[in-house]
């Protein structure tokens, strides 16, 4: 077989792939540059796709694909709380995924504006909100000022991700010290950095409770 027809049957373009899995191009996409596909780039900048990176998906050996999360869902309740905010249905949907095969295998919600959020956030109380910057209607810097006027979300990580120049970002408004702005593409091994900070600051204090002396019976 030569090289030529070997790399066809190894690896296909992002369309077809899209296909293959019965996802949208534009998902597709962020798989690949996220690495939950395996993809590299030819000579003349046209993606490819490893066929065996798309075979593991569709046999389930790389995990199941996650479905949307029903907000109602208590389930896991002593997990890691996690809510997204990400207007872009496609990057909503590689969060799941991402966040959920995190190893402290976090609940995770995800909501498509700032409205939704606000109105989530008081009944789920989640321990960290991931949210774009910058989103249609209710925008991350009108919600922030909602979240910082209730008492009962301020234990709550803050991150927000964005595609904006920091100089763009200082002109709409300033952001309080200790809220960190990640860059796009979502750099996930950061958040997932993050994440572990909470969980392990939640088992610390659970430690020190544990330690305290007891009151005489």
């Known amino acids: 077989m030569s090289s030529e027809k070997y790399i066809e049957r190894s690896f296909c373009t992002t369309r077809d792939a899209a296909q293959m899995l019965g996802i949208s191009l534009r998902t597709a996409q962020l798989w690949s540059e996220s690495g939950l596909l395996e993809a590299w780039k030819t000579s003349g900048g046209h993606r490819r796709i490893s066929r065996l990176s798309i075979e593991r998906l569709l046999s389930g050996r790389a995990g199941d694909l996650p479905t949307p999360t029903d ?38 919600v995800t909501v498509g504006d700032g409205y939704e959020a606000l109105v989530l956030l008081g009944l789920k109380r989640p321990d960290m909100l991931i949210a774009d910057l910058r989103m249609p209607g209710l925008d991350s810097f009108r919600m922030l000022r909602t979240i910082q006027g209730t008492p009962e979300l301020a234990g709550m990580k803050i991150v927000f991700v964005s595609g904006l120049a920091p100089k763009d970002i200082e002109q709409r408004s300033s952001l309080p010290a200790g809220i960190p702005i990640l860059p796009k593409p979502v750099p996930f091994d950061r958040l997932a950095g993050l994440a572990a900070l909470i969980v392990d600051a939640r088992e610390a204090t659970a430690t020190e409770g544990r330690n305290l002396p007891q009151p005489p019976a």
């Not at 389930?75 to 996690?82: H, M, Q, R, T, Y």
């Not at 905010?85 to 909503?92: A, C, K, N, T």
């Open 71 to 108: 907000p109602g869902d208590d389930s896991g309740s002593g997990a890691l709380k996690v809510m997204v905010v990400e207007d872009d249905p496609d990057l909503r949907r590689l969060y799941e995924i991402k966040l959920k095969a995190w190893p402290m295998k976090p609940t995770v």
